[in-house]
Each structure stands twice: as structure tokens, then as C-alpha cells.
């Protein structure tokens, strides 16, 4: 399949050519700033099937692992389009509103519930995290990484 995406204003887009994608939600607040919204979406990539067509700037900030994400947002129009690590990690997050088709893209997991704005209800039967995914080998099995 092919999935495509772009930031608001169309400066930045993106091909991703693979079988499928998933994505999870995350409540935590730096998502909730991230996004200004009530939670983050993030589709893990694999940077080498990630292609990019204009450029983008970064804001670095610090996570609690003691790594450091680079956060790629459009410079014309502010959209946050994807996260990356640092120390040659092979995966890429694509911040998941950025998706032109994002209901192509199921939703696999809810982490950082602890934080979710009260009014929102979550699906049964969806695995959730109070905080960080607690179950590496979950999480990989739920996200298609092998190990
Ligand atoms: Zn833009
Ligand atoms: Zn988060």
C-alpha cells in the first residue's frame, strides 16, 4: 500500500510504500501540547521507507528514556510532521492527523491514560497503559517490530 501525508499547508509531504500501517494514541502532556489537542497520534515508520519532499525545521527536546527527540514541523505553516531519535534508531513516529487517509490506519493502543482528558472513553478490548507501555514484547508484537 501506499500512504501519503503532508502538513497543513502542503510545503512538506510524505510517501510511505509498506503493507501496512498502525498507530497509537498517547495522553501524556507532552503530546496534548504537541498536538494542542487532547492526545498525540504517532504511525511508526521505518526511516528507510519514509520518503520526504520539502524540508522541514526541528525542536529538540529531551524525553524521560534520557534520549533526545527531534521534532520535524513544517516552517511555513507550524505542523508537526514527525519525530525522530537520535544513535541511529532505524524507526521513525509520523504524527498520525498528517495522514491523508488516516482511517486506513488502525489504532492499536492507548498509552499514558493517566493523563487522558476525563471526557474521553476509551474502546474495551483496546490494550492500554496507564503510563509507558509496560510489556515490551506487547508493545513490539502490537506495533509489527521485530525484536
Ligand atoms: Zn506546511
Ligand atoms: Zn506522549
Not at 70 to 83: E, I, L, Q, T, W
Not at 104 to 129: C, F, M, Y
Request: negative net charge; contains cysteine; hydrophobic residues 35%.
Amino acid at each position: 500500500m501506499i500512504f501519503t501525508g503532508g502538513c497543513q499547508c502542503g510545503a512538506v509531504r510524505y510517501t510511505v510504500e509498506v503493507d501496512a500501517l498502525v498507530g497509537y494514541a498517547c495522553h501524556c502532556r507532552e503530546c496534548q501540547k504537541q498536538s494542542a489537542s487532547a492526545f498525540g497520534m504517532s504511525v511508526p515508520v521505518r526511516e528507510e521507507d519514509f520518503v520526504l519532499t520539502g524540508e522541514t525545521l526541528v525542536w529538540s527536546r529531551p524525553t524521560d528514556s534520557g534520549g533526545i527527540t527531534d521534532c520535524h514541523f513544517c516552517p511555513k505553516c507550524g505542523s508537526r510532521v514527525f519525530h525522530s531519535g537520535r544513535g541511529g534508531r532505524a524507526w521513525i513516529t509520523v504524527k498520525g492527523g498528517s495522514f491523508d487517509e488516516l482511517g486506513a490506519i488502525p489504532l492499536v493502543a492507548n498509552i499514558w491514560v493517566k493523563r487522558k482528558a476525563s471526557w474521553i472513553d476509551l474502546p474495551e478490548g483496546l490494550p492500554q497503559w496507564e503510563t509507558q507501555p509496560q510489556s515490551l514484547e506487547e508493545w513490539k508484537d502490537l506495533l509489527g517490530w521485530a525484536a
